[in-house]
């Protein structure tokens, strides 16, 4: 590399970085594990500061030795390579005494910290079974309300989670709430959230599990213990009768044609489980694990060819004509 490129690849990483950072400032929206909602997420926010400071303050101090080292290079000639009498001891204190204290007391904290957070709740809680599919979350209440990717839990009290997978390894991640816990095939891995909160709080899958991976969110929705009540006794009731005409055609379409074959709606005859459980769809702010805000235009494009709207999920583009999919919509939307 010349001189010249050297010097417009220092200029484009001058350039580049600090743009970098502001944008990450300006992500404000974006779940952060500095911003903590829950204990869980305040333990791991802790253990974040205490490393912050002490790799920031071992680095100022090599840096601090670096810059005595250069500067006494500079002064004096050969005669310092002559210190033998305190560099031996100097190199056994500050290269393996002091970081094997300092590790070591980490271990310590985070050992702590670990043990905190895998406490089990007791049989008092309220357990919610998550199920991590290709490419979304399923969940599953003790009352038999089913729904997908929205969690809702009640605020201010622990809720354990029972975590596993029916297909490929992924991780259930809410980084204002909790740590990350594996969801692992033939395996129940268990956690405990709970949000202080009333709120939204986005979550991610953060193992890396296919080409709709990124787009593999859900939100944890903490509301009042008597809101979150009203809420698991509506989602575990069977879906409304469709009282409008419209919406009973759309009934007939939904049972006549492939949804059927892959999704529930509680209350009809259809109660596959390959795809998202749809008796309180309108219930749900998003739709395609967080991906789109659940509106009629977005439904109907979801439905006429899934797989331009997320490339690479299990569902096939529906055929129907237009008066068949506008009926299908107004069924769907009011099943709330
Ligand atoms: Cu599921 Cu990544």
């Known amino acids: 590399m010349g001189t ?44 974040w500061w205490i490393l912050f400071w002490v790799a920031g303050a071992v680095f100022l101090v090599v840096l601090a030795l670096m810059a005595i080292a250069l500067w006494r290079a500079r002064r004096t ?14 190199i056994v204190v500050a290269g393996v005494a002091l970081p094997a204290l300092i590790l070591g007391a980490v271990f310590l904290v985070s050992l702590g910290d670990l043990a905190a957070l895998s406490n089990d709740e007791g049989d008092d809680a309220l357990t919610i079974e998550v199920v991590g599919k290709v490419w979304w979350w ?29 297909d490929v390894i992924h991780s259930f991640w809410v980084p204002r709430l909790q740590a990350k816990v594996d969801m692992i095939p033939g395996r129940v891995n268990r956690m405990s959230i709970q949000a202080d ?14 080409l709709q991976h990124a787009n593999m969110a859900f939100y944890v929705v903490a509301e009042p213990p008597q809101e979150f009540e009203e809420w698991v006794a509506m989602e575990a009731a069977p879906a409304d009768e469709p009282v409008q005409s419209g919406a009973a055609r759309g009934r007939d379409v939904f049972l006549g044609s492939t949804c059927a074959g892959c999704h529930a709606i509680r209350g009809t005859p259809a109660s596959a489980e390959l795809g998202p459980d749809l008796t309180h769809l309108d219930a749900r702010a998003t739709i395609g694990a967080g991906l789109f805000a659940n509106t009629r235009a977005n439904l109907a494009r979801f439905i006429v060819d899934p797989q331009e709207v997320k490339p690479g999920i299990t569902m096939p583009p529906t055929e129907l004509t237009a008066a068949e999919l506008d009926a299908l919509l107004d069924y769907l939307e009011q099943l709330d």
């Open 4 to 47: 010249g490129s050297r010097r417009r690849h220092l200029r484009l990483l001058a350039v580049c970085l600090p743009a970098a950072l502001l944008l990450a400032a300006c992500e404000a929206s974006s779940p952060s594990i500095l911003e903590p909602a829950g204990p869980g997420a305040r333990r791991i926010e802790g253990l």
């Open 77 to 90: 000639d050969a005669s310092i390579a002559t210190h033998v009498g305190w560099g031996e001891p100097f």
């Open 138 to 166: 399923e969940a599953r209440y003790p009352n038999g309300a089913v729904t997908a990717n929205e969690i809702h839990v009640p605020v201010g009290e622990p809720v354990e989670l029972e975590l596993t997978t029916t």
């Open 197 to 210: 909160e009333p709120g939204r709080y986005r979550g991610q899958c953060a193992e890396f599990c296919g």
